[in-house]
Nanobody
Framework: QVQLLESGGGLVQAGGSLRLSCAASGRTFSSHAVGWFRQAPGMEREFVVVIRSGGATYYADSVKGRFTISRDNAKNTVYLQMNSLKPEDTAVYYC?????????????????????WGQGTQVTVSS
């Protein structure tokens, strides 16, 4: 079991930047894939990006080139740097962690694969 805590959300103008953090408890965090997902009101949870235990990453097309995920296993933390934010990026952002069993990356782009979630952090981008 991994407990997750997101932070770093807030209100920013279009074109601005935010950095989200996902801090985890648990000694096995380094062997987990960690994904960021977002959910706008009335919408299904949407894949944003995932980072595998070995460091490989996979981004949704909508954020490619604007968002960057990284992980610091010594700090049990995954970061999401979000640049050039757009109003359509407005959502609650969640991080999820799941043991990395070396499935294909697309496996971890599905939020239903994750058994560990944080409480979410609100990101609001004004136009």
């Amino acid at each position: 079991q991994v407990q997750l805590l997101e932070s770093g959300g807030g209100l920013v103008q279009a074109g601005g930047s935010l950095r989200l953090s996902c801090a985890a408890s648990g000694r096995t965090f380094s062997s987990h894939a960690v994904g960021w997902f977002r959910q706008a009101p009335g919408m299904e949870r949407e894949f944003v990006v995932v980072i595998r235990s070995g460091g490989a990453t996979y981004y949704a097309d909508s954020v490619k080139g604007r968002f960057t995920i990284s992980r610091d296993n010594a700090k049990n933390t995954v970061y999401l740097q979000m640049n050039s934010l757009k109003p359509e990026d407005t959502a609650v952002y969640y991080c999820g962690a799941e043991a990395d069993y070396l499935w294909g990356t697309a496996y971890y782009a599905n939020w239903k694969r994750y058994s560990n979630w944080g409480q979410g952090t609100q990101v609001t981008v004004s136009s």
